[in-house]
């Protein structure tokens, strides 16, 4: 049982390989850095962010 959740998803642009956080649904697919519409999803490695301190 896969389920999406409401945090942002990790995509990283294909021109300028930033990574992107945008939601697809609510916001347009377009990098904000470049304003390249190509942006590829990827899997994130862990599924929780450790804060470094
Ligand atoms: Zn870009």
Redesign the pocket.
């Known amino acids: 049982m896969t389920e999406e959740t409401e945090q942002e998803a990790a995509y990283v642009?294909v021109?300028?390989r930033?990574d992107v956080s945008l939601n697809p649904i609510k916001d347009r697919i377009v990098?904000p850095?470049?304003s390249?519409r190509v942006i590829l999803k990827k899997r994130p490695k862990t599924p929780k962010r450790v804060v470094a301190r």
């Open positions: 642009c021109r300028c930033r990098c850095k470049c390249e």
